[in-house]
């Protein structure tokens, strides 16, 4: 039977439980157990599918097809943990499911209530979380903080948990913050003894606190934390501010917290000590040999979680190979002249445009889109941004012109990007889309095989509109290259344009699959032909240019 460990906030939001759990999923398989993370969500929609990203930020995808939180992402990048729709657990969906029961009658006439009805639905898809991946610990993350009204029933569900698997079968991780004052010159304990104070009213007794700071926690201060907070010094655990993300495992295991776990759970495995994951990931991390600019045009700039998947696999792409990738960030809605364009694209030396929904935006994206592929910068178009690459090219290079996407103008004479036949009697939102992993053969010769090595592959899909097979002949007389097709249905899902040196375009979302030490074969191909062109052209980096601004040289 799985063990469980149940990682819980407090004092503020923010606080990175996400990384927290993922890391702790990362040590224990390192020290030879399986795992599975589940995310619990006290929001009351069924899934964030249909959630502005300014709102939620990223929707992440399962191979499965579920729509989730973005914190699955960090899970699955960590670990190897085999994410599905059960490790995304919403208050909406335990609600749905017992209003559901109520309904059909299935409580025979009872009252249904917060305790037990919804405390055991949430117990129920817990359970079946871990138990569909049939693991040795199962790392349950529950959502917002301590104190919220909408997370009670869900500490509520985990303090039965605890209770009915009995001693050494679970435990419980509490993060919270240790702010420093500055004025007064001191680190404070007293939030974190508060946020321990409400999880005890609840009934929960934190095992271990994870105390987020800036600076070292002293003698004294684990003491005082030990005291108040009814924890061994050992179970305070510093977890400082770090440069990247995955330095946490590293900074974890200093503190022991793997060792810790195992010795509260009763589970006996030999150390280990992240060698590869320091000698490959954090190497090259810090100390790359080489330095690319990558401009990202989108329209949810402004919110740096929208585009979170993204920009951790141009990181992947960058530790594949060896480069520090700098990430410039680009509202498309500013991209209105050639002017701008020239001033916001100048020194990129790889341009990628990621998804989205709507019209907001989008001519720009074409503009940057036809920026890149007149100047032969390399090019790598995600979901919409294969449909406005698709858009860009019918225009300018196939004189259609005004193509467009039924979704931007549904009158468009040349609609190129027209929306999905099953989709055409679809009147619901929420889970919809074309969802989950779809196959796609590959044609030798293209960028898209050069990069897997092999013709069959298959990725994750998030859309509704599809390239129009009705003008496939006559954008391919003009060198657009369709480089891979989903067979079963017949669906363009790779574009490519002959004799540009990397221009590729895809309809599913490599970004979900890319991992820090195996990065998706798109984006770590992507980065390479970014540097190529680099050192091709000889184009100077931003603080290159500054410098000579500020000598009167440029």
């Known amino acids: 039977m799985s063990k469980y460990i149940f990682v819980t906030g407090g004092v503020v939001s923010s606080l990175g439980k996400g990384i927290a759990a993922a890391s702790i999923g990362k040590l224990l398989e390192a020290r030879g157990l399986t795992t599975s993370l589940i995310k619990c969500d006290p929001y009351l929609n069924v899934d964030p599918g249909t959630m502005n990203p300014f709102q939620h930020g990223e929707v992440y995808v399962t191979e499965d097809g579920a729509e989730t939180d973005l914190d699955l992402g960090h899970y699955e990048r960590f670990?190897?943990?085999?994410?599905?729709?059960?490790?995304?657990?919403?208050?909406?969906?335990?609600?749905?499911?017992?209003?559901?029961?109520?309904?059909?009658?299935?409580?025979?006439?009872?009252?249904?209530?917060?305790?037990?009805?919804?405390?055991?639905?949430?117990?129920?898809?817990?359970r079946k979380g871990a138990r569909e991946s049939d693991v040795d610990?199962?790392?349950?993350?529950i959502g917002?903080?301590?104190?919220?009204?909408e997370s009670l029933p869900f500490l509520e569900a985990i303090r039965q948990l605890r209770w009915e698997m009995g001693e050494h079968s679970a435990l419980n991780i509490h993060v919270t913050l240790l702010p420093y004052i500055k004025a007064a010159g001191e680190q404070k304990t007293k939030p974190t003894q508060h946020s321990v104070g409400r999880l005890r009213e609840i009934g929960i007794l934190p095992d271990i606190l994870m105390c987020r700071t800036e600076r070292p926690i002293t003698k004294e201060q684990k003491e005082k934390i030990e005291l108040f907070c009814n924890v061994d010094?050992?179970?305070?655990?510093?977890?400082?501010?770090?440069?990247?993300?995955?330095?946490?495992?590293?900074?974890?295991?200093?503190?022991?917290?793997?060792?810790?776990i195992l010795k509260k759970l009763h589970i006996s495995r030999e150390d280990k000590d992240l060698t590869e994951w320091r000698n490959f990931v954090l190497k090259r991390l810090k100390n790359p040999e080489k330095e690319v600019k990558i401009s990202v045009v989108g329209k949810y700039i402004a919110l740096p979680d929208a585009y979170k998947s993204i920009y951790e696999a141009l990181v992947h792409g960058?530790?594949?190979?060896?480069?520090?990738?700098?990430?410039?960030?680009?509202?498309?809605?500013?991209?209105d002249n050639p002017r701008d364009l020239e001033r916001a694209l100048k020194d990129a030396d790889g341009i990628l445009i990621p998804g989205g929904f709507g019209a907001r935006g989008i001519e720009g994206k074409i503009l940057a889109v036809q920026y890149a592929r007149e100047k032969g910068i390399p090019f790598f178009g995600i979901c919409l941004g294969m449909q406005v690459a698709t858009i860009e090219f019918a225009r300018n290079m196939c004189e259609m012109k005004g193509a467009n996407s039924t979704e931007f103008d549904p009158q468009t004479k040349y609609p190129v990007i027209s929306l999905l036949e099953e989709q055409k009697s679809v009147s619901g939102m929420g889970a919809t889309m074309r969802l989950g992993s779809f196959g796609c053969k590959l044609s030798k010769g293209t960028n898209s095989y050069q990069a897997y090595k092999k013709d069959s592959i298959s990725e994750r899909h998030r859309h509704r509109y599809e390239f129009n097979n009705q003008y496939r002949k006559q954008m391919e007389r003009k060198g657009f290259v369709f480089s891979g097709k989903n067979v079963q249905r017949d669906l363009v899902e790779i574009v490519e344009i002959k004799g540009h040196p990397w221009f590729v375009g895809c309809q599913f979302h490599p970004e979900f699959k890319s991992k820090p030490e195996r990065a998706h074969p798109l984006f770590r191909e992507f980065v390479a032909a970014s540097i190529r062109g680099k050192d091709r052209v000889g184009r100077p980096r931003s603080q290159d240019i500054l410098k000579a601004e500020e000598v009167g040289t440029s």
Do not use: F, M, W
Request: charge should be negative; avoid cysteine; hydrophobic fraction near 35%.
């Open 79 to 126: 670990t190897e943990a085999q994410i599905s729709k059960d490790s995304n657990i919403t208050a909406g969906k335990i609600y749905y499911s017992v209003i559901t029961k109520e309904r059909r009658g299935d409580y025979l006439g009872k009252t249904v209530q917060i305790i037990p009805h919804i405390t055991d639905e949430i117990k129920k898809s817990i």
């Open 137 to 141: 610990v199962a790392i349950v993350e």
């Open 144 to 149: 917002g903080t301590v104190g919220d009204i």
């Open 233 to 260: 010094k050992e179970a305070v655990v510093e977890a400082g501010d770090v440069k990247h993300i995955y330095e946490v495992p590293v900074s974890l295991k200093k503190e022991g917290i793997d060792d810790l």
């Open 318 to 335: 960058g530790i594949a190979n060896n480069a520090r990738v700098i990430i410039d960030k680009v509202d498309s809605e500013d991209l």
